[in-house]
Nanobody, 116 residues
Framework: QVQLVESGGGLVQAGGSLRLSCAASGSTFSINVMGWYRQAPGKQREMVAVIRRSGSTNYADSVKGRFTISRDSAKNTMSLQMNSLKPEDTAVYYC??????????WGQGTQVTVSS
């Protein structure tokens, strides 16, 4: 079992920046892929960015060039630096961890609100 706790959400004006953090505990040795997902009101949860233990990353097209995901496996933490935020980035952001058995763990979510 992996437990995830997000922090760093908040309210920011369009064009501003926020940094989200996720701290993992429990069976962290089993984590392969970590990622950030978001869910806006009335919409499905979508992938924002993922990072593998190897360090390779994938980003949603909508955030490429604006968001940067990073991971410190030694400290069991992951971050998402979000720059040039847009109102359409407003959502609850969730931290996710996928282990080598393809079992998924989720954090409780953190609200990001971007005002125009």
């Amino acid at each position: 079992q992996v437990q995830l706790v997000e922090s760093g959400g908040g309210l920011v004006q369009a064009g501003g920046s926020l940094r989200l953090s996720c701290a993992a505990s429990g069976s962290t040795f089993s984590i392969n892929v970590m990622g950030w997902y978001r869910q806006a009101p009335g919409k499905q949860r979508e992938m924002v960015a993922v990072i593998r233990r190897s360090g390779s990353t994938n980003y949603a097209d909508s955030v490429k060039g604006r968001f940067t995901i990073s991971r410190d496996s030694a400290k069991n933490t992951m971050s998402l630096q979000m720059n040039s935020l847009k109102p359409e980035d407003t959502a609850v952001y969730y931290c996710n961890a996928l282990n080598y058995n393809a079992e998924s763990s989720w954090g409780q979510g953190t609200q990001v609100t971007v005002s125009s």
